[in-house]
C-alpha cells in the first residue's frame, strides 16, 4: 500500500490518534502515581529526620553538660535543699518574683526553676548576709569610737546595698550575653540565609548555624540549639520564634522573629525575609562602626590635653632651655 494512502487513510489516522491519546491518559496517571509516591516517600524521610532532630534534642536538654563549643545546651544547676525549703518557707515567690523575672533570667542565660529557685534565695539571703557581717565587724571586731546607732545604721546601709547585690550581678550578666549575640548576629543571618537558600528546612538550617557560630558566640549558639528543640516538639513554630526574640531581649533579633513568623503565616519566602534582614544587620553594624568612630575624637581630647601635649611641649622647649640655662648659655654668662 502507498505510503500516502496509508497516511490519508481515515481509520488508520483515527487508530494512531486513538493510540496516541491512550498513551497521554496513561502517562498523566501514571506521572501522578509516581509523584505522589516520590512525595510520599519525601515526606516519609523528612518526618524520620524530624524525629530523630527530636530524639537528639530532647537527649541533649535532659542530659547535655555545660556550652563550650555551641553543641550543647546548658543544663539547668541543681538546687540546694535548704534554698528550696526556704524560698517555700517564706514565700519568697510572692515576695520578690514578678512577671518579668524569668524573662530577665532567660535573658542572662538561666533557666528553669532552679535558677529561679536560687536567685529568689539570693535576693533573700545577701542583704541579711551583708548586714550579719558588717554588724559583727563594726560592733565587735572593730566598734572604734562611733556611737552604737552609728555602726547600726552602717550594717543597715551594707544590708541595703546587698540587696541590690543580686539585681547588678543579673543585669551584668545579661548586658555580656547580650552584647556577644549582638556581635555575631549579623553573621548568624548570613548563614541562615545561606543554608535556607540551598534547600535546607529551617530546623536544619538553625541547627547548623549553631553548630557554625557557636566558636564565635557560645551564648548564641546555644540559643539557637534551644530554638531548634523547641521547633522539633512545639505543635505552633511561631512560639519557637518568639521564644528567642524573648531568651535574648535584643530588637534585632525579635524583629527577625517577627519576619519568620510572618513568613510562615503568610506563605511569603523565608529566603527573601532573611536577605531583608540580613541587609539590614549589616547596616546597623556598619552604623554601629561609624558611630563609634564618631565618638573617638571627644574622647581622646582629655587624654591628649593631659598626657601628649606635656611630653611635646618638654620636647620642644627642652632644648632651648638647656641652652639658656646650661653651663655657657645667655643666662649663665650674664650672670657671671
Not at 519576619?259 to 552604623?287: F, K, P
Not at 606635656?310 to 622647649?317: D, E, S, T
Request: proline share 4%; glycine share 8%.
Amino acid at each position: 500500500m502507498n505510503i500516502v494512502a496509508l497516511l490519508s487513510n481515515r481509520e488508520f489516522l483515527i487508530s494512531v490518534l486513538a493510540a496516541i491519546s491512550a498513551a497521554a491518559v496513561v502517562f498523566t496517571f501514571g506521572s501522578s502515581f509516581i509523584v505522589k509516591s516520590e512525595m510520599r516517600e519525601r515526606i516519609k524521610r523528612v518526618a524520620l529526620e524530624r524525629e530523630k532532630m527530636r530524639a537528639e534534642e530532647m537527649a541533649r536538654l535532659r542530659g547535655g553538660s555545660a556550652v563550650t563549643d555551641g553543641r550543647g545546651i546548658r543544663r539547668n544547676a541543681e538546687t540546694k535543699t535548704y534554698m528550696k525549703k526556704i524560698v517555700e518557707r517564706f514565700d519568697l515567690k510572692k515576695a520578690f518574683q514578678d512577671d518579668a523575672t524569668v524573662d530577665k533570667l532567660a535573658m542572662a542565660g538561666f533557666r528553669g526553676p532552679g535558677h529561679l529557685t536560687t536567685f529568689l534565695f539570693m535576693r533573700f539571703a545577701t542583704p541579711i548576709g551583708f548586714f550579719a557581717a558588717l554588724a559583727v565587724y563594726l560592733l565587735f571586731l572593730n566598734p572604734g569610737d562611733r556611737p552604737l546607732y552609728l555602726n547600726l545604721v552602717y550594717a543597715i546601709g551594707g544590708g541595703i546595698v546587698g540587696s541590690y547585690l543580686p539585681m547588678v550581678l543579673l543585669k551584668n550578666t545579661t548586658t555580656k550575653r547580650q552584647f556577644s549575640i549582638k556581635r555575631a548576629w549579623p553573621d548568624c543571618l548570613d548563614l541562615l540565609l545561606l543554608c535556607v537558600e540551598s534547600g535546607m528546612s529551617m530546623e536544619h538550617a538553625f541547627k547548623r548555624v549553631a553548630k557554625e557560630i557557636g566558636h564565635q558566640s557560645p551564648e548564641l549558639a546555644e540559643e539557637l540549639t534551644l530554638t531548634t528543640a523547641e521547633l522539633a516538639f512545639l505543635e505552633d513554630r511561631g512560639r519557637a520564634y518568639e521564644n528567642l526574640g524573648r531568651r535574648t531581649g535584643l530588637d534585632g533579633v525579635k524583629s527577625v522573629m517577627t519576619a519568620l513568623i510572618q513568613a510562615d503565616r503568610y506563605g511569603t519566602s523565608v529566603g527573601q525575609a532573611l536577605r531583608v534582614m540580613a541587609e539590614e544587620g549589616r547596616e546597623m553594624r556598619m552604623m554601629e562602626a561609624e558611630k563609634k568612630a564618631a565618638s573617638l575624637p571627644p574622647k581622646l581630647t582629655v587624654p591628649l590635653i593631659l598626657f601628649f601635649l606635656p611630653v611635646l611641649f618638654i620636647v620642644i622647649i627642652a632644648p632651648a632651655m638647656i641652652k639658656i640655662f646650661g653651663p655657657g648659655g645667655a643666662a649663665a654668662g650674664g650672670v657671671g
